[in-house]
T-cell receptor, first 114, second 117 residues
Framework: GDSVTQMEGPVTLSEEAFLTINCTYT??????LFWYVQYPGEGLQLLLK?????DKGSNKGFEATYRKETTSFHLEKGSVQVSDSAVYFC?????????????FGKGTRLSVIA | DTAVSQTPKYLVTQMGNDKSIKCEQN?????MYWYKQDSKKFLKIMFS???????INETVPNRFSPKSPDKAHLNLHINSLELGDSAVYFC????????????????FGPGTRLTVL
């Protein structure tokens, strides 16, 4: 079945450091790909998405590019802030179904220190 | 203006009790979901409903019974609660991607933290 693998955390960075969180997927078709963020004590918020190969999703300084050849959707940010501390989830959905649930990676906890 | 709301936010109860968690979405979406997040933050689908009809039922014990009185509501009832049911439960909704302007983006509620003692 479909699956998502993302790098194990926790990741600890200093403010203004460069962030990369790796995400690779396995799917039978061409899924849509998502990054969700969960701030402490809160629910999940959609951070960005991409629906086809070579699409780049971006939001709040975060970017991720849908790479079909490497089945990857790595999350990057050039300069992280303390407020970016959260758990980040990579996810996919199967475009062949009208009502598909998301398949999530295990989440990566990011801590940014001042 | 909350898009997806859940009640209660926290639920503490004894083993063996029966409890319900309610979910409502005001986005006009056709599809609603329940996910379980365990203590290690791993998220897994439990159920999916489309227009009040059960679409997906993962390997969830029979003690869990979702109920959808209308397409804006998907409630989760749990019988005979066990210690292992302690988790955060998230409701989500999405528009059917097959509809015009449909998209597979899911919108999540704030979660319900269930603690079984």
């Amino acid at each position: 079945g479909d699956s998502v693998t993302q790098m194990e955390g926790p990741v600890t960075l200093s403010e203004e450091a460069f962030l990369t969180i790796n995400c690779t997927y396995t799917a039978t078709g061409y899924p849509s790909l998502f990054w969700y963020v969960q701030y402490p004590g809160e629910g999940l918020q959609l951070l960005l998405k991409a629906t086809k190969a070579d699409d780049k999703g971006s939001n709040k300084g975060f970017e991720a590019t849908y790479r079909k050849e490497t089945t990857s959707f790595h999350l990057e940010k050039g300069s992280v802030q303390v407020s970016d501390s959260a758990v980040y989830f990579c996810a996919l959905s199967d475009p062949n179904s009208g009502n598909t649930p998301l398949v999530f990676g295990k989440g990566t906890r990011l801590s940014v220190i001042a | 203006d909350t898009a997806v709301s859940q009640t209660p936010k926290y639920l503490v109860t004894q083993m063996g009790n029966d409890k319900s968690i309610k979910c409502e979405q005001n986005l006009g979406h056709d599809t609603m979901y329940w996910y379980k997040q365990d203590s290690k933050k791993f998220l897994k689908i439990m159920f999916s409903y489309n227009n009040k009809e059960l679409i997906i039922n993962e390997t969830v014990p029979n003690r869990f019974s979702p109920k959808s009185p209308d397409k804006a509501h998907l409630n989760l009832h749990i019988n005979s609660l066990e210690l292992g049911d302690s988790a955060v439960y998230f409701c989500a909704s999405s528009q059917d991607r097959r509809r015009e302007h449909g998209t597979d983006t899911q919108y999540f509620g704030p979660g319900t933290r269930l603690t079984v003692l």
